[in-house]
């Protein structure tokens, strides 16, 4: 193997660019040209390729987003488009890719592998961390931190005016966030999407919290909780109970932007030169995790088979930690 790509997937999340830097200066180092695929698979059907050497990554380590850029590509999923991507690796004398993003990049990924023979090594980037084969995704504690900090404002205004909030957290299909968040911030409640969410039993917890004399709660909400975000259970709390003095607050995207923490620059870092070994290794159609502190690699299947999941004891440990 002379040569390999990289490209980011999805949703960009904080360390991405810290794992493009790793890819391309653990490539060089061990003689490796590194090309970027520039927007994810739309930009490899595009033959949007260019390339990388170890001063073009140069001061990126703590920036978030990520220079290759992201996008979804629907043409990628039909096999027609797969067949354009496979011709513009080659043309560019490709033959190993690294691709950072989450399950729906890891399935490109593997189709890629499965059809062209295109060997593929999964990071998993996703603010999320709901990826098998992974106790941690690039970009989880930065979101983590910033969702934390945002509660920890909204505690100042909502103690100054006896006040509820609802503060909806990212995650649609997983409660990391928000569960996580909720215990370092304080909240008194959470609801996330990996647990039915039974509205008339909220409210009665919040009448407990204010018999034992709280005049201002939070509760933490995920964005894809079955009872709605943040606004649709607010206004649903106002109606069916005596609680009126409430506010909403959407975190959004402020969760996926900003420099990414220390930790999420190590395991990114960590990961890339990881996964460029597997491809000089001659592993492909694998991602590398981590699991107690130690370096993986799991099949790609592994990242949709086995979604990672919270332990729910945390759901017990928030509402005792409310009272």
């Known amino acids: 193997m002379k040569r390999i790509g990289v490209l980011t997937s999805g949703g960009d999340s904080p360390g991405m660019n810290a794992a493009v830097r790793a890819v391309v200066r653990a490539g060089v180092a061990n003689g490796l040209e590194v090309f970027g695929v520039e927007r994810g698979y739309q930009g490899m059907i595009e033959g949007a390729i260019r390339p990388l050497d ?17 996008a979804r590509s629907k043409a990628f999923l039909e096999p027609e488009g797969r067949v354009k991507a496979a011709e513009q690796l080659a043309a560019h004398g490709i033959e190993g890719l690294v691709v950072v993003g989450g399950d729906g990049s890891y399935r490109g990924a593997a189709a890629l592998y499965q059809e062209h023979g295109i060997r593929c090594v999964g990071l998993p980037g996703t603010i999320d961390n709901d990826i098998g084969g992974t106790q941690y995704t690039i ?10 900090e945002a509660l920890d404002r909204i505690h100042d205004t909502a103690d100054s005016h ?7 957290v990212m995650g649609r299909h997983s409660g990391f966030i928000a569960i996580m968040s909720a215990i370092a911030g304080g909240a008194e409640e959470v609801l996330t999407p990996e647990e039915p969410s039974d509205i008339p039993g909220l409210i009665a917890r919040m009448h407990d919290c204010r018999t ?16 709605g975000g943040a606004v649709d259970i607010a206004k649903r709390v106002e109606k069916e109970s005596d609680f ?11 969760q996926r932007g900003g ?13 890339g030169v990881r996964a460029v070994e597997a491809l000089l290794a001659g592993e492909s159609g694998v991602m590398v995790g981590i699991e107690n502190q ?12 086995k979604k990672s999941l919270f332990d729910p004891d945390l759901l017990r440990v928030v509402r005792v930690l409310g009272v």
């Open 294 to 305: 130690q370096m993986v690699v799991r099949p790609l299947s592994d990242s949709w088979e």
């Open 244 to 254: 009126k003095d409430v506010r909403v607050t959407i975190i959004g995207h402020l």
């Open 139 to 148: 970009g989880f504690d930065t979101a983590l931190n910033i969702a934390t």
């Open 212 to 227: 034992r004399g709280k005049t201002s709660m939070i509760v933490v909400v995920a964005e894809g909780d079955d009872a």
């Open 259 to 271: 420099s990414p923490t220390a930790f999420d620059r190590i395991l990114a870092s960590r990961m």
């Open 162 to 168: 006896d006040r509820i909030f609802f503060v909806e």
């Open 54 to 70: 170890a001063r073009s990554v140069s001061g990126i380590v703590n920036r978030g987003g990520t220079i290759l850029k992201t």
